[in-house]
């Protein structure tokens, strides 16, 4: 360890509160041995400036208060100091009248602070000095013989009177053994059979409504794929199953025609889907949708020698495909494909020609934002 100038105060501190302490205590027996002496053995490296044996004795002596280390000692009191580096260690051991180390103690420090080794060495001389003597004394206490206490004589002029002995006890008449405690009743339960049933109420379900408005973009109603917009709303009638109504209006744009006119192709339908989801309620949650679907489809002509308009009702069935996922809050958006079959395809006709005949085959594509609102639920049981 790093000596400081705290550790030095506090190992003087316990060495003198020992002393003190031994001043007290020994000196009941302190003629009875002899007093306790060290036979130093100290060594130092070559090129380390240390103080000689004799200051180190006379350290140690000071720190006792009497001339504790000398040459006549029966026991050792042992400083090895070696160096490392910029740093000296001490190795502090005392070893009792048979050789046996007692206590071993590393100290450390700088190079240039050998005094400072020196002087924790006397201080440990010290504070061991005044244990070893605390347990001889207490050795010595415990070998002395004690002396048996003997009671006093009794005087012979007063006789010994001892007191008359008791009456005897009235016999009691055996008490009455206690009541046995009743019998538990088993109680056998009825078969399964038999026993009553409990209904138990089922988990009303958590339902919630919403709608959304989105851009979409469909073919088969004219040339190419055609833009539009859908609106529409949503009942969640349970976390698997919802039902859906949606408007779509398509724009099929303008047409040139090769007499020099145009034609333009507008649409609107109303459709309804029943949506059924394979898995639970989750963030990223995919619908199964069939659908059918009611519209009019509306040709107007422009630019031509005979301008006309046509109008037609639409009737599709198809399905689906629904992907949703919440954005924040209430807050949802949804992915939808749909296919749907018309078995009725309507004709554009122009001055008695045919200009163009839709597609049997129509195909959808929309992306939605919309925004979902709980439904409140009603009680299990009405009260």
């Not at 002496?37 to 490296?45: E, G, H, Q, W």
């Not at 088969?220 to 609106?231: D, K, S, T, Y």
């Not at 040139?256 to 034609?263: D, N, W």
Request: proline content about 11%; aromatic content about 8%.
């Amino acid at each position: 360890m790093q000596i400081s100038w705290a550790s030095i105060v506090t190992v003087r501190l316990t060495a003198w509160l020992c002393v003190c302490l031994g001043l007290v205590c020994v000196p009941l027996d302190a003629g009875a041995a002899a007093p306790l002496a060290f036979t130093l053995d100290y060594r130092v490296p070559d090129g380390v400036v240390c103080p000689d044996a004799a200051a180190v004795a006379a350290v140690a002596n000071r720190e006792v208060g009497r001339p504790v280390v000398n040459a006549g000692g029966k026991r050792t009191a042992s400083l090895v100091i070696s160096k490392s580096g910029d740093e000296l260690t001490a190795r502090v051991a005392f070893t009792d009248t048979l050789g046996a180390e007692q206590a071993v103690r590393l100290v450390s420090a700088t190079a240039d602070r050998c005094r400072d080794l020196v002087r924790v060495f006397g201080l440990l001389v010290a504070l061991h000095l005044q244990v070893v003597e605390n347990e001889e004394t207490s050795a010595i206490a415990a070998a002395a013989p004690t002396k048996p206490k003997v009671p006093p004589p009794v005087p012979r002029d007063k006789p010994n009177k001892m007191p008359p002995p008791p009456p005897p006890e009235p016999e009691l008449a055996p008490p009455e053994p206690a009541p046995e405690p009743p019998k538990p009743v088993e109680i056998i339960p009825p078969p399964p059979s038999q026993a009553p049933s409990v209904k138990q109420e089922p988990t009303p379900p958590v339902r919630a409504v919403a709608c959304w408005l989105g851009p979409i973009v469909r073919s088969g109603i004219a040339l190419g794929p055609n833009p539009g917009v859908r609106f529409g709303g949503g009942w969640y009638w349970k976390p698997s199953l919802r039902f859906n109504a949606e408007l779509d209006g398509v724009w099929g744009g303008r047409t040139q025609v090769v007499s020099g006119g145009a034609y333009e192709v507008g649409a609107g339908a109303l459709a309804l889907s029943a949506c059924w989801s394979p898995g639970a309620a989750s963030a990223l949650q995919g619908w199964l949708c069939p659908a059918l679907s009611a519209g009019l489809v509306r040709v107007a002509g422009k630019g031509l020698d005979v301008s006309r308009s046509d109008m037609t009702l639409i009737a599709t069935a198809g399905v689906d495909g629904r992907l949703s996922f919440p954005l924040v809050g209430s807050w949802i958006a949804e992915f939808v494909v749909s296919a749907a079959f018309n078995p009725r395809p309507h004709a554009v006709y122009i001055d008695n020609s045919n200009a163009w005949i839709s597609q049997p085959f129509w195909f959808a594509g929309a992306v939605v934002v919309g925004y979902r609102w709980k439904a409140r639920q009603r009680s299990a049981q009405r009260r």
